[in-house]
């Protein structure tokens, strides 16, 4: 196996392993669905709305209870994925500096966020088809599955860009719960009366939702309408990109980015006499920043012991992080 798909599998496992470990959302799946599911189904009016489905262009008469059906799964997974993206990016933005500043590729970091993001986006969206299933049967079940699943990426993206571009917990939670109402509520003519307004056009669950409403009371596929959620997609991917190459740089205590011609200032002592030797590897910031040296095996250690009691003190010049020593 290559030492890229190494760097891959392993920062996507503890990806799924963190995922695994958010209790919070593991009750929002397992209760917060199927009990909004169920008060759909027990309070909502069956009584016909009007939605403009413009995969056909024309004007539908749908039931009221199931189109709430539509709107409230879509709601709910992109609640919980953008949640669960948001907060285990947010959580990990020291630790996933520290990895980048250690030599950690940061595309394969990027890569296994995307991964954990659609095997969630998978399982919340496969769980919230089959709920609706229990109490109603759209004609067309996988393009139902297929529009949760890119109501949940979308937000899924937007939970990741949220997530390292805002400094506290709450104000993630709180951009999420509002983006989410409000897309919804917009699209949704159980709310909003003007939901056939040409601007919904721009929202992020747009595609998703004719998706839903395709698949509920047509034979068709909106493809053309589906095919805005890539750029939301793109969007995400790029803005996440940006914020996470800025949020993983290194920098001097100056504030000032660190640059390879500072690698000559990071000194390693070099042995006075011949005896047992070892290469010694240190990072002071990007991939092309390797300092390395040869020299005893006590005066090694010592210098790995002393740059690492450095960082734990806060004391460094620079950021400097011992990656390896070896005998040489």
């Known amino acids: 196996m290559s030492i890229g798909r190494k760097f891959y ?24 669905v199927p009990v909004w599911i169920t008060l759909i189904d027990l ?25 709430t059906f539509i709107s409230g799964g ?22 996933d500096r520290r990895l980048v500043a250690a030599g950690y590729p940061r595309p394969h970091l990027l890569a296994a966020k995307v991964t954990a993001l659609t095997a969630s986006s998978v399982v919340v969206a496969a769980y919230s088809t089959a709920m609706v299933w229990v109490y109603w049967h759209p004609q067309q079940p996988w393009l139902f599955a297929l529009g949760m699943f890119t109501a949940a990426v979308t937000y899924g993206g937007i939970g990741i860009v949220l ?33 056939d307004n040409d601007l919904v056009r721009f929202l992020p669950m747009y595609g998703s939702m004719q998706a839903g409403v395709g698949a509920g009371f047509t034979r068709s596929v909106p493809w053309q309408q589906m095919a805005t959620l890539p750029v939301w997609w793109a969007a995400c991917a790029v803005v996440g990109l940006i914020a996470f190459h800025v949020r993983t740089r290194v920098y001097t205590r100056s504030g000032r980015p ?27 910031c990007a991939e092309t920043c390797v300092a390395t040296d040869h020299m005893p ?28 020593i070896k005998r040489g």
């Open 43 to 67: 309070m909502m009016s069956e009584s016909p709305l009007p939605f403009r489905y413009r995969g056909t262009g024309e004007e539908l008469s749908v039931n009221g209870q199931h189109l």
């Open 163 to 195: 997530g390292v571009l805002l400094k506290g917990e709450l104000e993630g939670m709180f951009a999420i719960i509002m983006i989410s109402l409000i897309d919804v509520g917009l699209e949704s003519p159980v709310v909003n009366t003007g939901s």
């Open 74 to 95: 879509l709601n709910a997974v992109t609640l919980i994925v953008g949640f669960l993206m948001f907060s285990v990016t947010y959580r990990s933005g020291q630790f």
């Open 297 to 324: 095996l006590y005066q090694g250690l010592a210098v790995l012991a002393a740059l690492s009691a450095e960082q734990a003190a806060d004391r460094a010049e620079q950021n400097v992080y011992p990656l390896s």
């Open 258 to 284: 660190v640059t390879a011609a500072m690698v000559a200032n990071a000194p390693i002592p070099r042995p006075a006499a011949a005896g047992e030797a070892v290469h010694v590897t240190v990072r002071v």
């Open 9 to 32: 599998r392993t920062a996507t496992g503890f990806e799924l392993i963190e995922h695994a470990r958010n209790r919070l959302a593991i009750i929002l799946v397992a209760v917060f």
